[in-house]
C-alpha cells in the first residue's frame, strides 16, 4: 500500500491524461520530428551497413566484422533528442502569450512540468525503440562478427546471442539520455528565449570538453616553463584524475566505452567496467538532481519573465566567467599575454551585453574579470612553483624506464641516429647522459642558422610514455657531436642512415614497429 | 466573492501594484478601468494565477487562493494576446479548454460558432484578428468559469459583434453562475456593460463602486447668471470640474441630485440645466482631481522644504 502511495505521482490523473493526448494530438511537428530523425538514421547508417554485408555475402567475400559502434548511432540520435526535446517541451516558457495561456491553466504547476517532461521522455524513448528494431534485426539476422561467448559479460545471461546484447545497451543508452534530456530539461526551464535556450544547452554540452583542453593546453604551458624540452603537450599530466573526470562528463566518451565494452572482448574489464558503473551513477545522480531542481524553479517560476533576459545564477552569470576562465588560462604567459588579456576582455563584455541584451558596463563585471584575471595568474605561478605538485620531471627514474626510443638529428652534419634501447646499462647510461646535456638545449627555434635536436621517448613500466624534444643552437651542437662521437665509441648506437633497423649494444635488432608498444 | 487585500507586485523590480484592495461581488460584470500602464493587465494576471504576487492575499469566498490552488479552476482568463497552438483550428482549442474547464458548454459553444459565423475547421492562424477575438471570447464564454477575466476584450472588433458580445455576455450571466472581470480602455462600452467598476492609477485602485450609483452621484450643470462669477461661490459644492465664461458656468458637482439643486438655487442663476454625465466623464475628472491633489501634495512639500 506504502509502494503505491509512493508510486502515484508517476501517474497521470485523468484530467493530466486528456492533457497529455490533446498535447501530443495537437503538438504533431514532435512526431514528424521524431520519424525524420529515425529515418536519417535508418537511411544513412543501417541501410548501408546492411548492403555492404549482403554484397559481401553475396559475391562470396567473409562478411566483415561488424563493430559495436554501429549500436552507437543509435545514442547519438538519443543525445539529438535530449538536446532538442527539452527545448521543444518547454518553449512556451519563452513567449508571454503562451506562458500565459499553460500557467494560467487549472494543472498543479509541479505537475504539468511532470507532464511535459513524461511526454518528451515517452517521445524520446519511442524513438530509440524504434531505432532499435532495424539494428536489432541486422544484428540478429548476421549473427557476424562477435564472439559474445568470450566477452565478461556472457556469463550473465548464459547465451550468446547479440540482440540481448544490443538489447542491454540500449537499456544503459536510455537511462543516459534520459538523464542527459533532465539535465538539459534543468537549464531549459531557467531560460527566458528560445535563443537563450539553444545556446545554454550547447555550452554546457561543450564545457567539459572546453574544461579538458584549457586545462591540457594550461598545463602544457606550465610544463613547457619548467621543462628544457619545448613541445611539451603534457596531457598525460591530467591523468588520471582528469580523464575519470571527462570519463564521467563527457556522454560520448561513455558510448564509446559502452560499446567497446560490449563489443571487444580483448577491452580490460575491470577498471571499464568500475568506470562505466561509476559514471552510470553520477549521471542517475545528477539527473534526480536536475529533475528535482528544475521542478522546484518550474513551480516558482514568474511567467512575467517569458522574452525578458535569462538571469538564473546557473545560466549566463555563471557561464559567462567560467568560459573566461578556461580561455585565460589557454593563453597562458605568452608574449602577448596583455594583447590577449585585453582582446578576451572585450569578448567577455560582448558576452555580457548579449546576456543583458543591453550595452551597459556594471563595476562588478569589471572586478569579476579583474579576479579572474589575478586568479589564473596566481593560479599559474603557484603550481610553477610547486613544479606541478612535484608531477613534472625533466627526467624519469631508471627503474620506471622500460624502454627509450632515441632520435638525433644533426642538420648540420646531416647526421641522423635512431634507436630503441632497451639493454639496462645503455639506458642508464643515456639517462646520464640526459641530464648532461640539458645545459646546452635551447628553446629559441632559430630559422637563421641549422639547428641539431634529439627526440626522446621513455616508455615507463606503468604504460605511460614521457615525450621530450630538445634543440640545440650552434654552441648545443658541437656538445651534441661529441655525444655521439662518445657513443659510438662505447658502441651505443651506430651510425645508420636508413632508420629500418637499429641494433643495440647487445647486437640485437629490432623493429621499430614490434616496439611501438 | 473574489477579495483581494494588499495586493503588490513587482515586475522587472519596477512596482506596478501596490495597496490594491479590490472586490468582486458574484454574478457581476466589473468593469476595469485604467490609463495605459496602470497595471489592468497585470492585476488580472495575477487574479488567474499567472503572476504570484509579491505580496497580499486573494480569496475567493474567504478561501486564500494560494493556499487553496484549486480556486483557480474557478477562473479563465482571455489575454490581449491570447495564445493558441501551431494550426490549432477554434475546435482544437474548444478540446484544450474543455480539459481545464470540464463543464465547456459544447451547445452553447455550436449556438455561439453559428451566431458570429466562425468556421470552427479553419486554422486559427488563418483568422483575422477580430476573428481571433471572437474565437476566445467565445472560448471562455462556453468554458463558464466562474470568474471569467477578459484583458481588453473588445479590441479589434467591430460595433455589431461587439454589440452581440455584450448581449451574449449578459445573457451568458444571467443564466450561470459567472462573474465577469472586464479591462477595457473604452469606458463607453464600460458603462453599457458593467454593473460596478474599479478606476485602477498607478498600481492602485483609487475609486470603485456600483456603476449606476456611482453615475447616479455625478452631475452636470450648466449655469447662467446676471452677472460675472467667480469660483469661490461654489466653494460648498463637491466639484470634480468647473469653467467659468464671464456668465456662463460649467460644472460638474459629486452628491445627491436634489441638494446639488437646492445648493445652486441659492446662487439664483437665470438658468439651470441638468446634463446626464458619462462613465468616461467621471473618470476623466477623477483622474484630474487625482492629478491636482498630486500637484498639491508636491507644492505643499516643496513650501515646506522651503520654509
Not at chain 1, 641516429?417 to 643515456?430: G, L, R
Request: hydrophobic content about 45%; aromatic content about 12%.
Amino acid at each position: 500500500m506504502e509502494i503505491k502511495n509512493w508510486l502515484k505521482p508517476l501517474f497521470l490523473s485523468d484530467q493530466e491524461k486528456a492533457y497529455a493526448k490533446h498535447y501530443m494530438r495537437t503538438n504533431n511537428r514532435l512526431a514528424i520530428v521524431a520519424a525524420l530523425i529515425l529515418v536519417l538514421f535508418v537511411m544513412g547508417y543501417i541501410m548501408p551497413s546492411i548492403l555492404i554485408h549482403a554484397a559481401l555475402s553475396l559475391f562470396g567475400g567473409a562478411p566483415g566484422t561488424t563493430n559495436g559502434e554501429k549500436v552507437a548511432s543509435l545514442f547519438i540520435s538519443i543525445c539529438i533528442l535530449a538536446y532538442v526535446l527539452p527545448m521543444y517541451q518547454f518553449r512556451f516558457l519563452m513567449k508571454r502569450s503562451s506562458s500565459d495561456l499553460y500557467l494560467s491553466l487549472p494543472i498543479e504547476r509541479k505537475r504539468l512540468f511532470y507532464v511535459h517532461y513524461l511526454i518528451g521522455l515517452l517521445y524520446m524513448a519511442s524513438v530509440a525503440v524504434l531505432e532499435y528494431i532495424p539494428v536489432a534485426f541486422y544484428y540478429y539476422g548476421n549473427r557476424i562478427g562477435i564472439t559474445i561467448d568470450s566477452t565478461w559479460h556472457a556469463p550473465l545471461y548464459g547465451t550468446s546471442e547479440t540482440l540481448i546484447t544490443t538489447l542491454l545497451l540500449l537499456v544503459i543508452f536510455l537511462v543516459l539520455g534520459i538523464c542527459l534530456y533532465t539535465f538539459f530539461t534543468c537549464f531549459i526551464v531557467r531560460c527566458h528565449t528560445m535563443l537563450d535556450g539553444i545556446l545554454i544547452c550547447a555550452i554546457y554540452t561543450l564545457l567539459p570538453l572546453i574544461i579538458f583542453y584549457s586545462m591540457g593546453f594550461f598545463l602544457s604551458n606550465i610544463s613547457n616553463e619548467l621543462l628544457y624540452s619545448v613541445e611539451s603537450y603534457h596531457f598525460s599530466y591530467m591523468s588520471p584524475l582528469a580523464n575519470i573526470l571527462v570519463a564521467l562528463t563527457s556522454l560520448p566518451w561513455q558510448m564509446n566505452a559502452w560499446v567497446r565494452l560490449f563489443f571487444e572482448p580483448t577491452i580490460t574489464t575491470d577498471y571499464t567496467c568500475m568506470l562505466l558503473g561509476m559514471e552510470l551513477l553520477v549521471w542517475l545522480i545528477l539527473g534526480v538532481i536536475c529533475y528535482r531542481n528544475a521542478s522546484n524553479y518550474f513551480v516558482h517560476l514568474k511567467s512575467e519573465d517569458s522574452e525578458q533576459p535569462t538571469k538564473s545564477p546557473l545560466t549566463y552569470p555563471i557561464l559567462i566567467p567560467l568560459v573566461t576562465f578556461q580561455l585565460l588560462l589557454i593563453i597562458g604567459k605568452g608574449k602577448l599575454i596583455s594583447f590577449m588579456i585585453c582582446i578576451l576582455f572585450v569578448c567577455y563584455l560582448i558576452a555580457h551585453f548579449f546576456a543583458q541584451r543591453k550595452i551597459t558596463i556594471h563595476v562588478r563585471m569589471i572586478a569579476i574579470y579583474g579576479a579572474l584575471v589575478l586568479t589564473s595568474s596566481a593560479l599559474h605561478h603557484w603550481l610553477v612553483r610547486t613544479n606541478l605538485f612535484a608531477m613534472i620531471y625533466e627526467i624519469p627514474q631508471g627503474d620506471e624506464v622500460e624502454l627509450i626510443r632515441l632520435e638525433i638529428i644533426d642538420q648540420n652534419l646531416n647526421y641522423y641516429v635512431s634507436a630503441d634501447i632497451t639493454n639496462q646499462t645503455v639506458k642508464e647510461d643515456i639517462l646520464q647522459a640526459h641530464a648532461q646535456w640539458l645545459p646546452y638545449t635551447t628553446k629559441e627555434q632559430s630559422w637563421n642558422y641549422i639547428q641539431g635536436h634529439i627526440t626522446i621517448c621513455y616508455l615507463l613500466t606503468n604504460g605511460e610514455y614521457v615525450n621530450r624534444y630538445y634543440l640545440f643552437d650552434e654552441a648545443g651542437i658541437t656538445h651534441l657531436q661529441t655525444l655521439v662521437e662518445q657513443w659510438e665509441k662505447e658502441d651505443v648506437i651506430e651510425y645508420l642512415d636508413d632508420g629500418a633497423y637499429h641494433p643495440t649494444q647487445d647486437g640485437d635488432t629490432a623493429d621499430p614497429a614490434d616496439t611501438a608498444g | 466573492m473574489l477579495k483581494i487585500r494588499g495586493l503588490e507586485k513587482k515586475l522587472q523590480e519596477q512596482l506596478v501594484l501596490h495597496d490594491l484592495d479590490m472586490d468582486v461581488e458574484d454574478g457581476c460584470i466589473y468593469g476595469l478601468i485604467g490609463p495605459n500602464g496602470a497595471g489592468k493587465s497585470t492585476l488580472l494576471r495575477v487574479i488567474a494565477g499567472v503572476y504570484e504576487p509579491d505580496q497580499g492575499t486573494l480569496y475567493i469566498d474567504d478561501h486564500n487562493m494560494q493556499e487553496n490552488l484549486s480556486c483557480f479552476s474557478d477562473i479563465l482568463l482571455i489575454s490581449d494576446e491570447p495564445y493558441y497552438f501551431h494550426n490549432a483550428t477554434l475546435c482544437d482549442m474548444k478540446h484544450f479548454f474543455k480539459i481545464a474547464h470540464p463543464h465547456l458548454d459544447e451547445e452553447y459553444y455550436h449556438h455561439l460558432v453559428k451566431l458570429f459565423d466562425l468556421n470552427d475547421q479553419q486554422p486559427l492562424h488563418k483568422y483575422s484578428k477580430g476573428m481571433k477575438r471572437q474565437a476566445f471570447l467565445i472560448l471562455g464564454l462556453c468554458s463558464t468559469p466562474r470568474y471569467l477575466l477578459l484583458d481588453e476584450a473588445f479590441d479589434g472588433l467591430d460595433p455589431h459583434m461587439r454589440m452581440l458580445f455584450k448581449k451574449e455576455i449578459v445573457n451568458r450571466l444571467e443564466e450561470k453562475e459567472m462573474s465577469v472581470i472586464i479591462s477595457s480602455h473604452n469606458l463607453k462600452e464600460m458603462e453599457e456593460i458593467c454593473d460596478r467598476f474599479g478606476i485602477l492609477e498607478q498600481g492602485k485602485l483609487i475609486t470603485s463602486g456600483n456603476m449606476s450609483e456611482r453615475l447616479s452621484l455625478v452631475h452636470r450643470f450648466q449655469l447662467a447668471f446676471k452677472e460675472h462669477v467667480n469660483e469661490g461661490m461654489f466653494d460648498a459644492l463637491s466639484l470634480l470640474s468647473i469653467s467659468i465664461d464671464s456668465r456662463i458656468v460649467n460644472l460638474v458637482a459629486e452628491g445627491e441630485l436634489q441638494e446639488l439643486q437646492e445648493a445652486l438655487q441659492r446662487l439664483h442663476p437665470l438658468m439651470m440645466e441638468t446634463l446626464p454625465v458619462s462613465l468616461e466623464e467621471v473618470f476623466v475628472y477623477v483622474m484630474k482631481q487625482r492629478e491636482e491633489e498630486r500637484h498639491g501634495d508636491q507644492e505643499l512639500v516643496e513650501t515646506v522644504v522651503s520654509e
